[in-house]
């Protein structure tokens, strides 16, 4: 069956970066788009970019370009997202979400990843 | 960026009871190359991450039952719940799929009283 797998939470330092991984398995990596999203109470629900895993190209919400940074790893099957810079306002969970190409509607998510940021 | 609204905020329901949610678009969502509509709606439980429900606005997700109902176009959208059960208490968002950045709705909470 499809899973994204992420790991546990983050407690981090302010100005510290954080980067955090999405290990997928069930269906062929490369066929498809993983795509980051931030949740907070506050905010809600935000698209911060999409990675193509077959080439590594990149989208970003231009809100969220410089801060996070979207790689791949073919031959584990995992997308990673660097968070640099860390402040308060990037406390979230964060989420990897699946959708197919030249669509923007997400048919599977992982679980989650709550960053905290504190001192 | 597209500007999703959902509206009520919360609401509290009976058990069997019909429930609608609406959801406006700030630009239209609907594509004037095919005729469809954009927009997405997504379930989210409690300590759970968010499930696809629906996608164009009226297509349902393989498995999900067909109690939950997508409707709407251009910037007006609701999604119905019919004969809502207890296991329908979630956090419930729409989602544009139309154009970069995708942006979603700020949620509506449906409790079960």
């Known amino acids: 069956q499809v899973q994204l797998q992420q790991c546990g939470a983050e407690l981090v330092k302010p100005g510290t970066p954080v980067k955090m991984s999405c290990k997928v398995s069930g269906y062929t990596f490369t066929s498809y788009v993983i795509s980051w999203i931030k949740q907070t109470t506050g905010q809600g629900l935000e698209w911060i970019g999409y990675i193509y895993p077959e080439s590594g190209s990149t989208g970003y919400n231009e809100k969220f370009k410089g801060k996070a940074t979207l790689t791949v790893d073919k031959s584990s099957n995992t997308a990673f997202m660097q968070l640099s810079s860390l402040a308060a306002g990037d406390s979230a969970v964060y989420y990897c979400a699946r959708r197919e190409f030249g669509v923007g509607y997400f048919d599977y998510w992982g679980q989650g990843v709550m960053v905290t940021v504190s001192s | 960026d597209i500007v999703m609204t959902q509206s009520p905020s919360s609401l509290a329901v009976s058990a069997g009871e019909t429930v609608t949610i609406n959801c406006k678009s700030s630009?239209?969502?609907?594509?004037?190359?095919?005729?469809?509509?954009?927009l997405a709606w997504y379930q989210q439980k409690p300590g759970q991450s968010p499930k696809l429900l629906i996608y164009?606005?009226?297509t349902r997700e393989s498995g999900v039952p067909d109690r939950f109902i997508g409707s709407g176009s251009g910037t007006d959208f609701t999604l119905t719940i019919s004969s809502v059960q207890a296991e329908d208490l979630a956090d419930y968002y729409c989602q544009q799929h139309y154009s970069y950045p995708l942006t979603f709705g700020s949620g509506t909470k449906l409790e079960i009283k």
């Open positions: 164009l606005a009226s």
């Open positions: 630009q239209s969502l609907l594509s004037s190359g095919n005729q469809k509509n954009y």
